[in-house]
């Protein structure tokens, strides 16, 4: 099926709809987003004199609803620009505009009666062949089609994304009984490759595959806490990062979906799943009752599990709800000595036995819990699906999960997991054990760098569909590292380009990782064709390694933090000025030193979730590791005929001086972090490493000539430093920045003028890297600077001092 979507209409614009609008914009997509017409006019409208008929009143709903999306943290769009895509209507005036589009989703209320008579009404418009389907989130496919034409039906399914659309990555594909097989191959490769999806094709069945087995999880969860007498905060500490689930975990997770969305689903999946083995958990228990009679819901109202109060002083206190009183009361902090235990293991996947070994309540709790998930995971195949990594896809992809619930069985052990399910008297499903007689012993398995997955059906281990566009570092490391110390992996990707992965804490950025860097460039140089610098940790760097920093500082070991910065310094010009392309793919948070990375690299191959910026100033510190010279390099190489340069360097200036960071890679080329024109974004992070690949060799096989190094950056000297001095005073003396701000943005002034020279000038790289250095290590004797290194390395936050 050959298909192009220039074109989506959105039927509802709540806030579902509104995300799943903005997340079509954000791929570039032109987007129709229509909603009912309101009956009523409201005070505001009747006191302009406006009357029903008026367009303004007609799109009041989908208009405001847009608007409330648009504003909303997180944002559901990449770049405020991109909803310029969206254009807003109502379902009587502009219905027929669907006739023009290439896909239409229907987002409307949850009631099969009323998705039925709008179906109705678009078939009236639609032209045939136009994809059209659901969001829902658990009406059977099937009947919702009923009635309607064989294009219809043929082109019709659910597609179910995960709110917020533009975070979660599960794309749920539900086909009808005549869904035509092209249509569901299309949408699957569509949702990975444009929408930057984790597409899984699923069953009707009732909640489909992501809200089947969450609900399960967190209903077994509910029941869980009457038994043991577990309190909210236990729960939510042993359900968090712990286990590689968000920090929201448990409680948190349902006071931001809200109370009534859980019990909406998990209501229909005690209606409609009687035969389900565990039907009876589905049952809310007593304390949800009450709390949905109450009306605290989550923060939708104010108040669910946790509620914010303030104090007689004007402070905020979180408090927490006591399931036995129903009475809000302090939080009480949570701790048990088998999470202690898991401190010193990084790696979340070898933390599974030690807690399921607990001898304390946390590890009964293990016990029960994944006793529970594994039983029911294990029954609903082939109910939900064939496919054991469909599930586990779904959870990680829908949920937030590191490790699906089969990976988690695995990290555990299959037998032992079955010895668990066993023992809590439960029953897994009979093909498991068959499974484990046949000398299978895990669900899982890699074969030359691809994932194979046990196939019940087949009895065997089959390679899973879809790898052919990613390369998946856990798969290869083992078999094609190059070169490995305590901070880096070296691998080889094939086609003559290395890959340098950060194994560091964080990936943060010290020695071992800067010798790593170089003997990567090393290597690469000598026998292969192009570096990437990437991984696939949840964040690419936070940084360099403020503890290294703050030891030599407070020890005064001056010189041998001068070598250590000159040596980040260094290794940043032999990545901008090496004889092979190299290439930074940077994902999640980027800051600092991660960022100064990708601003010397040939290339950036970032993903649309990147979070960038030079934030230094937040530890007392300007950009060491070249992101102070690069910045003003980038403002005198925008510079135009007729340009104000002092505006286009003080917009550099501001970038490092306010701690910027964007909010996605598309904002990031307004900072001049990203450059248009060289730089680019991928939307799938799985695609990252692979594409980040295909342009080195591109590069590598284009003829790519090592750089030159540049001699002829124009510095504007005192007319530059003259004018940041009148700024930062005027920002001291009205109290907006601190003495030792106005310290810091001075020095970094100083750098980004290129000193105190009587008139502009032409200088080095390595003229602003002597001076952005000098600066860096005056900082590091200020008290206030250790003060504020102190204050991260404890807290995690910034200090202003």
Not at 222 to 237: A, G, P, Q, R, S
Not at 487 to 509: C, P, R, Y
Not at 635 to 641: E, I, W, Y
Request: glycine residues 8%; aromatic residues 8%.
């Amino acid at each position: 099926m050959n298909k192009h979507i220039k074109k989506v209409a959105v039927i509802g614009s709540g806030i579902m709809g509104s995300g799943i609008a903005c997340h079509f914009a954000n791929i570039g997509v032109e987007v129709l987003l229509l909603d009912i017409v309101p009956r009523e006019l409201t005070d505001a409208e009747k006191a302009k004199g406006l009357t029903l008929q008026d367009t303004l009143v007609r799109n009041r709903l989908v208009n405001d609803s847009l608007v409330t999306a648009l504003k909303s943290k997180p944002s559901p769009i990449y770049h405020q620009k991109f909803s310029e895509r969206i254009t807003t209507g109502n379902l009587e005036d502009d219905i027929a505009k669907v006739g023009q589009v290439d896909w239409i989703i229907e987002v409307v209320v949850e009631r099969l009666d009323i998705k039925k008579m709008v179906f109705e009404n678009l078939e009236k418009y639609r032209k045939p062949g136009t994809l059209i389907t659901s969001n829902t989130s658990g009406i059977p496919i099937k009947f919702m089609s009923e009635g309607r034409s064989d294009d219809f039906q043929k082109h019709f399914c659910g597609t179910h994304f995960f709110n917020p659309a533009r975070y979660l990555k599960l794309f749920e594909i539900i086909p009808g009984p005549k869904t035509s097989p092209e249509v569901l191959k299309f949408l699957n490769g569509y949702g990975e490759q444009f929408l930057g999806k984790t597409s899984v094709i699923a069953k009707d069945t009732p909640a489909f595959i992501g809200n089947r087995i969450g609900i399960f999880s967190i209903q077994s969860l509910f029941h869980m806490v009457n038994d043991m007498k577990l309190t909210v905060e236990e729960v939510d500490k042993l359900t968090g990062p712990v286990i590689g689930r968000p920090k929201s975990a448990t409680f948190r997770t349902v006071d931001v979906v809200g109370l009534d969305t859980l019990v909406h689903v998990a209501n229909g999946i005690y209606e409609n799943c009687t035969k389900d083995e565990r039907h009876e958990l589905f049952k809310l228990p007593g304390f949800i009752n009450s709390m949905i009679e109450n009306k605290w819901l989550g923060s939708k109202t104010g108040q669910g599990f946790y509620k914010k109060i303030k104090n007689k002083d004007g402070s905020s206190q979180i408090q927490t709800l006591d399931l036995n009183t129903l009475e809000y009361r302090d939080n009480k902090r949570a701790s048990f000595a088998t999470l202690e235990l898991t401190k010193t293991i990084d790696k979340v996947v070898d933390r599974f036995k030690v807690l399921v070994a607990g001898k304390d309540k946390a590890g009964e709790f293990y016990r029960k819990s994944f006793a529970a998930l594994f039983a029911y995971v294990s029954h609903r195949i082939p109910e939900i699906t064939d496919e054991i990594y469909k599930i586990d896809d779904a959870m990680k992809a829908g949920f937030g999960w590191e490790h699906g619930p089969f990976q988690i069985w695995d990290a555990i052990g299959v037998q032992a997991g079955l010895d668990l399910i066993e023992a809590e008297g439960l029953t897994p499903a009979p093909w498991v054990g068959e499974m484990a007689a046949s000398g299978a012993n895990t669900f899982y398995s890699v074969k030359e760098g691809a994932s194979y997955c046990y196939d019940i059906e087949k009895k065997s281990a089959q390679k899973i569909p879809g790898q052919d566009a990613f390369i998946i570092l856990d798969n290869i490391r083992k078999t094609k590292e190059v070169f490995k110390n305590s901070g880096v992996v070296i691998e080889d990707l094939g086609d003559g380009i290395l890959n340098v992965e950060f194994q560091s804490k964080m990936n943060t950025i010290g020695g071992d990782v800067l010798a790593g860097l170089n003997k990567a460039i090393d290597i690469a140089e000598k026998d292969f064709q192009g570096l990437v610098v990437g991984n696939q940790a949840p964040n690419f760097s936070v940084g360099a390694n403020i503890g290294m920093i703050f030891m030599m500082a407070v020890e005064q070991e001056y010189d041998e933090l001068n070598m250590a910065i000159k040596m980040f310094q260094d290794t940043m010009m032999r990545m901008r000025y090496s004889a092979i392309p190299t290439i930074a793919a940077p994902h999640g948070m980027t800051l600092g030193g991660g960022c100064e990375l990708s601003l010397h690299a040939d290339m950036v191959v970032a993903a649309a979730e990147t979070y960038i910026g030079l934030v230094e100033f937040g530890v007392g510190v300007i950009p060491g590791g070249g992101g102070s010279k690069e910045m003003a390099l980038r403002a005198q190489d925008t510079f135009k005929k007729n340009d104000v340069e002092l505006n286009v360097l003080q917009e550099y200036f501001l970038t490092i001086g306010m701690a910027k960071v964007s909010t996605s890679a598309y904002e990031a080329f307004d900072l001049g972090i990203l450059q248009k024109g060289k730089d680019i974004v991928v939307v799938n992070k799985d695609r990252q490493i692979a594409t980040a690949k295909a342009y080195a060799k591109i590069m590598a096989e284009s003829g790519y000539t090592q750089p030159i190094k540049r001699t002829d950056i124009k510095v504007l000297g005192k007319q530059a430093l003259g004018m940041f001095m009148v700024g930062t005073d005027a920002m001291q003396d009205s109290n907006y920045i601190s003495a030792h701000d106005h310290k810091i943005a001075n020095k970094l002034a100083y750098v980004m003028a290129g000193g105190d020279l009587s008139e502009p000038s032409l200088v080095s790289e390595q003229y602003l890297l002597d001076l952005e250095r000098e600066a860096f290590l005056s900082l590091c004797t200020e008290r206030k600077t250790l003060e504020r290194i102190q204050h991260m390395l404890k807290t995690g936050k910034p200090l202003r001092n």
